[in-house]
């Protein structure tokens, strides 16, 4: 997941500590060990691994099978993709086959939804033809370290994708060329061709395909706004008249209204709108309050609803095309992907970087966790007293555990703060002490509300 221009992501490294002995006479010959076998117990090759949780992490894409809402799926920055065939009740890994599990992007065929295509962070398009159960990489023609920021399925002609993308390789050299762009497949991802005349950056972070005549297709830039193509991404034209921001991060074309489109910025513009196919836009953002967009969604059913997911100020919705908007949740956090059932237009979904998954099913009035099974966190710290075990996660939250980790609670004061440290007082065990990036508070763990 990308924030401003590039985000870097480390590694979290287990510590095995191993009793050390001094010199000594040479012992007699043993028996051949198998390799990375050990006589204490901390690592050997029979140990088997359970996943304890806590359940969540980063959900950067979601999306919603169109003919069964039933069937979804999450693609995470770190976990890979899960799958839910009950509505988001409860949901299962779906990788395998993958290559990576950072997920950055995900699409599927209208027509043939067992057809399922994930964009990586780093290994560009995988695609899947069995509902998830197994993904291969997709032919060649897409750079190899593509960060596919977007994909888009032509509606009408499935086998035709587009890909909105920039390379991982080129992410420290902080000037362009980035070496993505737009890239098209007509085989159903067999192979895939650069689609770059007319661009003037190469960084694309977002796609929008005109459900009634997919030839034209509007492009969000890193920072030179809006371009559009009216034959099928073969030449780009810039569209930027009436745009005072032009760092763009999504857009969105209204289905019944194709001149109609939304372009969420990065910066201070918030939301732009045209109803002349790109030829002039409007700013519409009151009520936003200088949120920066990440990504727009407009309700399928109704397109005078439009919901934008921000960084660090939560969920906003708009029922009048975007005149005003309100904020409906998550005020403090990161929303990464968004999604709404076809079916039901009520029940709305938000993704965040770092607490998982969450539903709604009154349009986005109030809100309930739809994370069991997706676990997908970045655990920065692990730590135990008599009472609890603590784990701190990087997307967000202080969890605590009385079962070693069977079921887990999140200590309200850190619920939207990267937890980086959590420190056991060696004087006194009932008192932790935990950091984040933003403070550092000492608890105690005996008190019944921590």
Request: hydrophobic content about 35%.
């Amino acid at each position: 997941m990308e924030l401003f221009t590039t985000i870097s992501r480390g590694l979290v490294l287990l510590s095995l500590v191993f009793a050390m002995t001094g010199p000594g006479p040479v012992p007699p010959a043993t028996p051949p060990v198998k390799p990375f076998s050990s006589f204490i117990p901390f690592m050997t090759t029979q140990m088997t691994y359970s996943k304890l949780g806590p359940t969540g992490g980063e959900v950067t894409a979601f999306i919603i099978n169109p003919l069964n809402s039933q069937e979804m799926y999450a693609g995470t920055f770190g976990g890979g993709v899960f799958k839910s065939t009950d509505g988001g009740a409860t949901w299962q890994n779906s990788s395998s086959g993958l290559i990576d599990l950072y997920i950055q992007s995900m699409a599927i065929d209208p027509k043939n939804p067992d057809t399922v295509y994930a964009g990586m962070y780093k290994y560009g398009v995988y695609k899947s033809t069995d509902g998830g159960l197994t993904w291969s990489a997709t032919g060649p023609g897409l750079n190899q370290d593509a960060i596919v920021y977007d994909l888009q399925v032509d509606p009408q002609t499935p086998d035709i994708l587009y890909a909105g993308t920039r390379r991982w390789t080129l992410v420290f050299t902080w000037q362009p060329p980035w070496g993505g762009g737009v890239y098209k497949s007509t085989d159903g991802g067999d192979s895939w061709t650069v689609q770059n005349n007319g661009l003037t950056e190469d960084w694309v972070y977002s796609l929008a395909i005109d459900p009634t005549n997919p030839a034209t297709i509007y492009a969000a830039s890193h920072s030179q706004g809006v371009f559009k193509s009216v034959d099928s991404a073969a030449t780009w034209k810039a569209m930027n008249n009436g745009l005072s921001d032009l760092a763009g991060r999504s857009i969105m074309v209204d289905s019944l209204h194709p001149q109609t489109v939304y372009f969420g910025t990065w910066h201070t513009g918030g939301v732009y709108k045209t109803s002349n196919g790109g030829i002039s836009w409007q700013q519409i953002s009151s009520g936003l309050g200088g949120a920066k967009i990440y990504k727009l969604l407009i309700d399928p059913v109704d397109p005078t609803t439009v919901y934008a997911a921000t960084y660090l100020t939560g969920l906003y919705k708009t029922t009048n095309s975007g005149s005003s908007w309100k904020l409906v949740g998550y005020g403090a956090d990161f929303i990464t992907s968004v999604g709404v059932d076809p079916k039901n237009h009520a029940r709305v979904f938000a993704g965040t970087a770092g607490a998982g998954l969450f539903s709604s099913g009154d349009g986005a009035a109030t809100w309930k966790s739809s994370s069991s099974g997706l676990t997908a966190s970045f655990v920065n710290s692990v730590t135990q007293n008599s009472d609890y075990l603590f784990v701190g996660l990087d997307g967000g939250g202080l969890y605590r555990s009385k079962d070693s980790g069977a079921t887990w609670l999140v200590t309200a004061e850190f619920a939207h703060f990267p937890v980086n440290t959590i420190v056991v007082n060696p004087g006194n065990s009932k008192v932790v002490y935990a950091a984040t990036d933003r403070k550092s508070t000492r608890l105690n763990s005996s008190h019944a509300n921590i």
